[in-house]
């Protein structure tokens, strides 16, 4: 058993938001490995959207800098349809204040890339142990 295996997310739905080809591949293979349904977007109006659509999201791995609507954009929206909902920031670009503005947007944490695979999945996991199952959730309209 490696330590990626000890991470087992059954029955957990994770929203990763990444426009970068890579990443998405290199998050859903790592992710893959934990039993949890994975849901895509691709910015931050698809996240917006998707979490809409689904009656369950257990946490939002969530991009910062995207064409369109911004990951903190999005997070500050999602944030305020369901505040319990963890949404973990994660960016390449690492400038004074990212963290603090991903934060305040409604992020519960921040990973920078490249990511240690190990470490995101205990950050991951810390979450996904403390989050609600219920959240009800706010209607959305754009503005």
Not at 34 to 57: E, H, I, P, R, W
Request: charged share 20%; aromatic share 6%.
């Amino acid at each position: 058993m490696t330590d990626i295996d000890r991470f087992n997310w059954t029955g957990k739905h994770i929203l990763i938001v990444e426009d970068d080809k890579p990443s998405t591949i290199l998050l859903t293979t790592l992710l893959s490995r934990t039993g949890a349904k994975l849901l895509y977007a691709t910015n931050g109006q698809q996240a917006v959207d998707v979490f809409m659509s689904y009656q369950k999201v257990d946490l939002i791995l969530m991009d910062v800098k995207m064409e369109g609507m911004s990951g903190i954009e999005a997070a500050r929206i999602i944030h305020e349809i369901d505040p319990q909902v963890p949404i973990i920031a994660q960016t390449a670009c690492v400038m004074a204040g990212d963290k603090e503005k991903c934060i305040t947007a409604g992020c519960i944490d921040y990973v920078s890339k490249p990511i240690d695979a190990f470490q995101l999945l205990v950050i991951m996991d810390r979450h996904l142990s403390t989050a609600s199952t219920y959240s009800p959730k706010k209607s959305y309209t754009e503005n």
